[in-house]
């Protein structure tokens, strides 16, 4: 289960997301913990003529919670804000309802084998879930 759940294309993107690291002043941030896994990620967002010009996080947690962060570091810019802020429904049903990937974000599939270890599913979560209070904040 293990190899198939981190898989090269996860433990890939985790690696590669942790040299990005957080941003300097960021115009939005949110900060959230996982108390029953001990994953803490915090997205900061830099926003610019309506759309997301940078994103960052700092994530200590899991290698599910990195790449997750990971992913929304390397994809949310570019988008409007609007764009994003369904993301973390439209993830938790893809994870837990089979539901499908969200338009322009196919690399969420790489996560696919988490549908069958609903303890996990939390972690790839957290970071998405933090995006939206960003984007609300």
Known sequence: ?????YHEKLVDR??????????????KT???DNPLCGDRVTIDLKLAD???LAAGHRTRGCLLCEAAAALIVEKAPGNVPAALLPLADTVRQFLQ????APAG???IEEFSPVRTVKSRQDCVLLPF??????LSS
């Open 105 to 107: 974000w196919p690399a």
């Open 1 to 5: 289960m293990s190899e198939e759940l």
């Open 30 to 32: 949110a900060t959230l």
């Open 14 to 27: 985790a690696q590669a997301g942790r040299a990005k690291g957080r941003l300097d002043q960021p115009d």
């Open 50 to 52: 309506g759309k997301v």
């Open 129 to 134: 879930r933090a995006l939206a209070q960003a």
């Open 97 to 100: 309802k089979n539901g499908p």
